[in-house]
């Protein structure tokens, strides 16, 4: 199972432990990652305020036509806003042939062009779908020994398309995390956005956000928080002692990432590995005791 | 309501990126009943698209809304219209700083940095964005931000999760551009300064 890896920006400094983990885990179950080679930023959601749509469809089939021109692998994005910015581009060119044509007249200036048949995945798809839990559940050494956690979707990792899994109702994490030993406790608020790219400029605003979807977490008995998204991790992570100092509440709410959660499960180094001590909340104690 | 007054949502349907998904628009409500940041809004999305219909061009250039957007596509999948009103609110958005009315400071600030570093850079340096957006109304506010978000960087930074080395452009920055140039040179509007 060959796949192009495209990280992205965040994966390697404020998402350092999301790669760090994802690597060694999709390793373990038979996958092997190859770069596009000199790929550029996919405008994440603010691109909007400084270039037009058409320039961040184009910026976006960049990349998918420099992956194209060197094999036909499926392109595996672990970050949400990577993940969107690249199938959306895909999406409108099925929906609307002259896109393709827009396009390829732009990326021409750089030599470039993209026919259209690169497709885009998210990790959670090639997991649940190319590798499925069962295999999962078989490398399973340390089990999470039903451990709560509640696996937060939020936001561009399903929506709109929903390629892989419900928009409405999602299923796919909570099946990779029981397939770990956990138990994935339901919370309405999992699909709730955490502020996402404006979380920064509008901090105000989604420190409520966050405050509402970890405080349903953990009223539905959850200890730690699982996602799988660099925006979501730091939003989530970072700013609890700032949530708690506005409305007087508690939070000390471990957020991982869903591949060092399997890394741990797959009795992996706590900390090469499952990169856990990159955690600003630390989730060590809690897993440990629960495997035992 | 107001009366329709056709000119504004004819120029919004001409210029504005996915701008003439507006005529599908019912009036249910469900895209505003659905934003994570409906409390905040001046006007909700389903007002946003009423106001465009009712000539009211200040009023919607000038909106909070537009740019409250956190991009969850909720309000997509939930229009019974299939209208894609996050990116409505996205062309809005662009369309109304182009035109020199700037909804929400600081986030027009954080996006246009980001996307001046993706021009310049090809890839996004996440120490030297929130830099360039706090330093964006001058020194003093500069000075304030950075010392209000310390600690979040020294959490990062003790943590192994802020790349040191500053990023370096892309091999391809040069054709990058020149995409990009065409790029805005061909989209919706392209033509209005």
């Known amino acids: 199972m060959k796949y192009y890896l495209y990280w992205g920006c965040s994966l390697e400094g404020t998402g350092a432990n999301f790669l760090l983990s994802l690597k060694p885990v999709c390793e373990a179950l038979g996958m092997e990652f190859e770069e596009i080679e000199d790929w550029n930023c996919c405008g994440a959601s603010v691109s909007y305020a400084g270039a037009s749509d058409l320039a961040i469809k184009v910026l976006n089939a960049r990349n998918l036509a420099l992956a194209e021109a060197k094999a036909s692998y499926d392109i595996v994005a672990p970050c949400s806003s990577c993940y969107i910015q690249m199938i959306k581009v895909n999406h409108e060119i099925k929906e609307d042939p002259a896109v393709l044509k827009q396009v390829n007249e732009c990326l021409s200036e750089g030599g470039l062009n993209y026919k259209g048949s690169i497709k885009v995945r998210h990790i959670q798809d090639v997991l649940y779908n190319d590798v499925g839990v069962d295999k999962i559940r078989e490398r399973v050494t340390s089990s999470l020994n039903g451990l709560k956690i509640a696996g937060y979707v939020g936001c561009q990792s399903v929506r709109p398309y929903g390629e892989y899994d419900s928009t409405v109702k999602p299923v796919v994490q909570d099946r990779l995390l029981k397939a770990l030993g956990a138990e994935a406790v339901p919370f309405p608020k999992k699909m709730l956005c955490c502020g996402s790219g404006i979380f920064l400029p509008e901090m105000d605003y989604c420190l409520e956000l966050v405050k509402t979807i970890l405080e349903d977490a953990l009223n539905h008995g959850a200890k730690m928080v699982s996602t799988v998204c660099p925006m979501c991790a730091m939003n989530l992570e970072m700013y609890q002692d700032r949530i708690n100092k506005k409305y007087g509440t508690q939070l000390d709410v471990p957020i991982v990432y869903l591949t060092q959660l399997m890394a741990v499960a797959f009795g992996m180094d706590l900390k090469k590995d499952a990169a856990l001590n990159r955690n600003v909340i630390p989730p060590e104690g809690i897993l440990k005791e629960a495997i035992g | ?193």
Not at chain 2, 4 to 9: K, L, N
């Open chain 2, 1 to 193: 309501m107001a009366a329709y007054e056709p000119s504004f949502a004819q120029e919004v349907s001409g210029n504005v990126d996915f701008g003439d998904e507006i005529k599908m628009c019912m009036q249910c409500g469900v895209c505003a009943g659905s934003c994570p940041l409906r409390d905040h809004m001046d006007y909700p999305p389903r007002q946003i698209f009423s106001l465009i219909r009712a000539g009211k061009r200040e009023e919607v250039l000038n909106s909070q809304s537009i740019m409250l957007c956190t991009s969850c596509y909720t309000c997509v999948v939930k229009c019974p219209r299939n209208i894609p009103v996050m990116d409505v609110m996205h062309g809005l958005a662009h369309y109304a700083l182009k035109q020199g009315y700037v909804p929400r400071k600081d986030t027009a600030n954080f996006g246009r940095e980001f996307w001046n570093q993706v021009y310049k850079l090809g890839r996004i340096d996440e120490k030297d964005l929130p830099r360039r957006v706090f330093f964006a109304d001058g020194v003093v506010s500069g000075i304030k931000s950075t010392m209000n978000f310390m600690d979040v960087g020294i959490k990062l930074l003790l943590h192994g999760r802020m790349k040191l080395l500053p990023e370096k452009k892309i091999k391809g920055i040069q054709p990058l551009r020149k995409m990009l140039d065409k790029a805005e040179k061909m989209a919706k509007g392209g033509g209005v300064a």
